[in-house]
Nanobody, 118 residues
Framework: VQLQASGGGLVQAGGSLRLSCAAS????????MGWYRQAPGKERELVAT???????NYIDTVKGRFTISRDNAKNTVYLQMNSLEPEDTAVYYC?????????????WGQGTQVTVSS
């Protein structure tokens, strides 16, 4: 069972990016999914979460600019990032709370770099 993230890149301030993260393997169900980020010299911080029923939560600095969503049929979570700012530059990690054949597991994706130029 693993998480595979994609979609990062370099974008100018004010631009948009869409991150994707797909869970694969022997998965019975997925509870909460989320996106975290870690900027150079800073601790990893939670950006947004989404429950299995679609309830969402965001940190204040991305509210109104970022949207988290999920496709339960594809075991995939997305992060649509609009109006990007240089302060959004970080490595973004996806996270999922899963039920697998071997029990509950909390997994992390490999991280995808987002760089916003001013």
């Amino acid at each position: 069972v693993q998480l595979q993230a994609s979609g990062g890149g370099l974008v100018q301030a004010g631009g948009s990016l869409r991150l994707s993260c797909a869970a694969s393997g022997s998965i019975f169900s997925i509870n909460n999914m989320g996106w975290y980020r870690q900027a150079p010299g800073k601790e990893r911080e939670l950006v947004a979460t989404i429950t299995s029923s679609g309830s969402t939560n965001y940190i204040d600095t991305v509210k109104g600019r970022f949207t988290i969503s999920r496709d339960n049929a594809k075991n995939t979570v997305y992060l649509q990032m609009n109006s990007l700012e240089p302060e959004d530059t970080a490595v973004y990690y996806c996270n999922a709370d899963l039920i697998t054949h071997s029990g509950r597991r909390v997994l992390w994706g490999q991280g995808t770099q987002v760089t916003v130029s001013s």
